[in-house]
């Protein structure tokens, strides 16, 4: 059986792979950078091949994926996850880089729940009012903008761990004579955003930004991004929580359905929200509730039909 915790784990290292077969995934070979996906690794658990990973280019190969990581230099983190999922007893024989934790908002930061008639205030509630937030998620979110600085006309949304502690925030520009849209800091992606506000024994709805998340209210995690990081992942896995809907923007269907399948075999229920096109922000919270309310879970036969639409 493949190992997705482990397959989530090298793809937020090397990037998406191409599944082949006999729970092979090739991926772009990082030593010798071949255009096309020549580094195939085996994550089938009961393959004796099992972490096995070779070049069929330049030659590299290894019976075991933390030789990949070492040669990469990733953080140390990283190799504590791999130890955790694959039980090896791994010797870091490199300098540990230090992890990249957002710990502080910038300096510059100045909180949305303090009113003021500055121009710089006034059109960040203008920008939230016109996505559909109001003054409760404000001070929910502790949402926040700059006016001097590296984050200069954009608004702040912070995002807490379960313990309060700040785990990664991210910026939006308020106006399009700011670029690029999202500016976020160096940090750690194998996070739980808003995690501070997850009832782990309720249903869970995952969305791809923190807009859809908070637009969505309810129990709502963003991926950052299309990719479900592993400590997410093992999260959901080992949590009482027993629904999941993923609401993931039709490019990233594909991948929706690979969690899918994952989380199925884990014992939870799933479901895939239809978004047509929209996303979470766009629909509404009102709208996107009777989309909720209108899926219905997915079973082996559902998935093998999305994915021969996919073909």
């Known amino acids: 059986?493949?190992?997705?915790?482990?397959v989530t784990l090298v793809n937020s290292v090397i990037g998406e792979g191409k599944r082949t077969s006999r729970g092979n995934i090739s991926y772009k070979c990082p030593k010798c950078n071949h255009s096309k996906n020549k580094l195939e690794i085996n994550f089938d658990e009961s393959s004796p091949y099992y972490q096995n990973f070779q070049c069929w280019v330049c030659g590299y190969k290894s019976k075991k994926i933390s030789s990949l990581f070492?040669?990469?230099?990733?953080?140390?983190?990283?190799?504590i996850q791999l130890q955790k999922i694959t039980k090896d007893q791994i010797q870091l024989d490199q300098k540990e880089d230090e992890e990249r934790i957002v710990t502080e908002l910038p300096k510059e930061f100045i909180p949305l729940k303090s009113p003021t008639k500055q121009p710089m205030y006034l059109k960040a509630i203008k920008y939230l009012n016109k996505r559909g937030f109001n003054f409760n998620d404000i001070i929910k979110y502790n949402l926040g903008y700059?006016?001097?600085?590296?984050?200069?006309?954009?608004?702040?949304?912070?995002?807490?761990n379960s313990e309060g502690q700040l785990n990664f925030f991210t910026s939006r520009a308020l106006d399009s004579s700011v670029f690029p849209n999202y500016l976020n800091?160096?940090?750690?992606?194998?996070?739980?955003?808003?995690?501070?506000?997850i009832n782990w024994n309720s249903p869970i709805i995952l969305c791809e930004g923190?807009?859809?998340?908070?637009?969505?209210?309810r129990n709502a995690i963003p991926l950052l991004g299309k990719t479900l990081q592993p400590s997410l992942l093992k999260k959901l896995a080992?949590?009482?929580v027993n629904?999941?809907?993923?609401?993931?923007?039709?490019?990233?269907?594909?991948?929706?359905?690979?969690?899918?399948?994952?989380?199925?075999?884990?014992?939870?229920?799933?479901y895939l929200i239809e978004l047509n096109g929209k996303d979470p922000n766009e629909i509404g919270f009102e709208n996107f509730i009777k989309l909720v309310h209108k899926a219905s879970p997915l079973?082996?036969?559902?998935?093998?039909?999305?994915?021969?639409?996919?073909?």
């Open 1 to 6: 059986m493949v190992n997705e915790l482990l």
């Open 70 to 79: 070492k040669f990469l230099k990733v953080p140390k983190d990283k190799f």
């Open 146 to 160: 700059c006016e001097e600085g590296k984050y200069r006309n954009r608004l702040i949304i912070p995002s807490y």
């Open 185 to 197: 800091p160096p940090f750690n992606r194998d996070i739980i955003p808003f995690e501070l506000f």
């Open 210 to 217: 923190p807009f859809d998340a908070m637009s969505i209210k």
């Open 238 to 240: 080992e949590s009482k």
């Open 243 to 270: 629904k999941i809907y993923i609401a993931l923007d039709d490019d990233a269907i594909d991948k929706a359905l690979e969690y899918c399948e994952y989380l199925i075999n884990q014992g939870k229920k799933v």
């Open 299 to 311: 079973n082996y036969y559902k998935m093998m039909e999305k994915k021969l639409s996919l073909v």
